[in-house]
C-alpha cells in the first residue's frame, strides 16, 4: 500500500520507530509509493453532500429577539445559535 501524504508517511515512520508495525512493513510501503518527493504534506478530507447541517435550512432571522442570529428550521422547529 503506497503511501498518501508526508504526514502519513511520518506517522507510520514513528509506529515502526515503536514497534507498532515491523520495519519491514514500512519498507516495504515506502518502496510502493513512487515519488516520496511529490507526495502533498497532507490530504484534506473528502467533501460530501449529506452532513447533518446541509439538511437543514440556514435563514437569518430580523426580528428583535433573534436579531444577528443564526435560526436552523428543521420541520416544525426552529434552533437559535448564539
Do not use: C
Amino acid at each position: 500500500m503506497p503511501f498518501r501524504s508526508k504526514a502519513q508517511m511520518n506517522k507510520f515512520a514513528q509506529m515502526a520507530k515503536t514497534g507498532e508495525i515491523s520495519k519491514e512493513k514500512f519498507q516495504e510501503w515506502l518502496d510502493e509509493t513512487s515519488d516520496v518527493n511529490k507526495l502533498p504534506e497532507r490530504i484534506g478530507k473528502k467533501k460530501s453532500g449529506s452532513s447533518p447541517r446541509s439538511k437543514e435550512k440556514i435563514k437569518s432571522i430580523k426580528s428583535k429577539s433573534t436579531k444577528g442570529k443564526r435560526v436552523y428550521m428543521s420541520g416544525n422547529r426552529h434552533k437559535v445559535k448564539r
